[in-house]
């Protein structure tokens, strides 16, 4: 058994690896708009219902 591993990893299929890329994109680009939005009052800087 030397040079032979028991375990073989198949390749990912391509639609797995893009929909997994978009899902990632989409997930931080959602996360960016809302700490551009709401970040000063989850960090202390402005109080949500100061207008």
Same mark, same amino acid.
């Given at each position: 058994?030397? /040079?032979? @591993?028991? %375990?073989? %990893? @198949?390749?990912? +299929?391509?639609?797995? +690896? %893009?929909?997994?890329? /978009?899902?990632?994109?989409?997930?931080?680009?959602?996360?960016? %708009?809302?700490? !551009? !939005?709401? /970040?000063?009052?989850?960090? /202390?800087?402005? @109080?949500?219902?100061? @207008?």
């Amino acid at each position: 058994m030397a /040079g032979k @591993h028991p %375990i073989h %990893i @198949h390749p990912v +299929r391509p639609l797995y +690896r %893009i929909a997994a890329t /978009g899902l990632g994109a989409s997930m931080w680009l959602f996360l960016m %708009i809302r700490a !551009k !939005k709401d /970040g000063p009052a989850l960090l /202390g800087w402005k @109080h949500p219902w100061d @207008h």
